[in-house]
């Protein structure tokens, strides 16, 4: 996935400036693309603090920049958010939804966009057979383990003599 800052711009929808919300579905449209982009910018966000946190080797309890401090670091943890961040894609209701509103018309032409976006979006995430799902739980389980196993390498380089 790309940075958060770039897929939620992407994802951020809206009305033609000037336009005005003239019908209830319309209004759905926004309220459904506003809900999907905080909830997806929710859990993008969590994935991408594990996953530098978790390749930076940041320790617990870290104060960042702007004052909040970290959550633990970890692979389960990043396995954790990774798997839920790829589960709100895949969730089968929101391509629903989104194909609903595309199919009424209603959406305005920047609704429309960014609903066809959606729809592009939860379309690769989805894995309809069960064995897919599966082997793709499996990757993510050996991913951690890779990541655990480099977490733990020692980095640098001896120079003789110092």
């Known amino acids: 996935l790309l940075g958060t800052s770039l897929v939620v711009s992407r994802l951020r929808g809206g009305m033609a400036q000037g336009a005005a919300a003239s019908t209830c579905s319309a209004a759905q449209a926004q309220e459904f693309i506003d809900t999907v982009n905080t909830g997806y910018e929710e859990v993008h966000k969590a994935f991408e603090a594990q996953f530098w946190g978790t390749k930076m080797a940041l320790s617990d309890g870290t104060k960042l920049a702007d004052g909040t401090v970290t ?10 958010t ?11 209701e929101k391509l629903d939804k989104t194909r609903e509103l595309l199919a009424s018309g209603a959406a305005s ?30 990757s993510m389980r050996i991913e951690g383990s890779l990541e655990s196993q480099r977490n733990t390498m020692k980095l640098g380089a001896d120079v003789p003599g110092e």
Do not use: H
Not at 71 to 80: D, G, I, Q, V
Not at 115 to 133: D, H, N, P, Q, V
């Open 109 to 138: 032409e920047e609704q429309a966009k960014v609903l066809k976006m959606f729809e592009r979006t939860f379309g690769c995430y989805i894995m309809e057979s069960a064995e897919s799902r599966a082997l793709r739980e499996e």
């Open 71 to 80: 959550p633990a670091f970890n692979t389960a943890e990043l396995t954790r």
């Open 82 to 92: 990774k798997t839920a961040m790829e589960a709100f894609l895949a969730d089968k």
